[in-house]
């Protein structure tokens, strides 16, 4: 724990370090959902909603991970490898990162209510639609950082995430959005309940695979 927590913390601090990268993240942030308000002007749908809810959310998240593993030069990774266990470095990054998205998106969808008003979602279970927001945006940044992993460990850089990425975060993707739109619609969490289970259970799913396969990875 004393080595995942000095980790986290290195994150923390790298990050705070560099603050226009967080800045430039949430400029981006504003940006789509204003260019969505031009485009749209009123949302009238939970399900338009949440699709473009999640659009800013899918792109914000690749837009992180960016930083996920190229901010460690080779010198860095060779000293991390010499002190701390690889699982500890993914469970750091991982928990990291999806912390970082889910800041992200629970801003863009305050930006969303500014922009947009609050008719749509005036019927919403907000403790639903937040939890859903948190699950899926700790998904994103859990399974992301891997498939960062991979593309940094190549050689390719950022633009692998994107292309490995996509089809990873596709079964994700479909859960939060209904489980979005039902959430905004109303519906009970006994109505929503296998869409809540998916997501724990793909958080899970990613998380683990992180942990087991990194090692192997890392190592090399």
């Known amino acids: 724990m004393s080595a995942f927590t000095a980790l986290f913390a290195k994150e923390i601090r790298l990050e705070l370090r560099q603050k226009h990268t967080f800045a430039g993240i949430l400029m981006y942030v504003l940006a789509t959902v204003?260019?969505?308000y031009l485009s749209f002007e009123k949302i009238?749908?939970?399900?338009?909603w949440g699709?473009?809810?999640w659009i800013t959310g899918v792109f914000t998240a690749f837009n992180a991970m960016q930083k996920a593993f190229s901010s460690d030069g080779n010198g860095t990774q060779l000293y991390l490898y010499s002190l701390a266990h690889p699982r500890h470095v993914i469970l750091a990054k991982?928990?990291?990162n999806a912390l970082l998205v889910a800041v992200l998106n629970v801003i863009s969808l305050a930006f969303f209510m500014l922009f947009f008003g609050g008719e749509v979602i005036a019927t919403a279970d907000f403790q639903q639609l937040i939890l859903g927001l948190?699950?899926?945006s700790t998904g994103l940044g859990l399974a992301l950082t891997f498939v960062a992993s991979l593309a940094f460990k190549s050689g390719t850089g950022v633009g692998l995430v994107a292309i490995l990425?996509?089809?990873v975060i596709i079964p994700l993707l479909i859960t939060?959005?209904?489980h979005t739109t039902f959430a905004i619609e109303g519906m009970s969490y006994l109505q929503n309940s296998l869409n809540l289970l998916i997501l724990v259970v793909l958080n899970l799913l990613s998380f683990v695979l992180a942990y087991i396969l990194f090692p192997y990875l890392w190592r090399e």
């Open 176 to 178: 939060i959005v209904r």
């Open 44 to 48: 009238e749908t939970p399900r338009t």
């Open 51 to 53: 699709a473009l809810m």
């Open 134 to 136: 948190i699950l899926g």
């Open 165 to 167: 990425g996509f089809p």
């Open 94 to 96: 991982s928990l990291y």
């Open 34 to 36: 204003f260019v969505c």
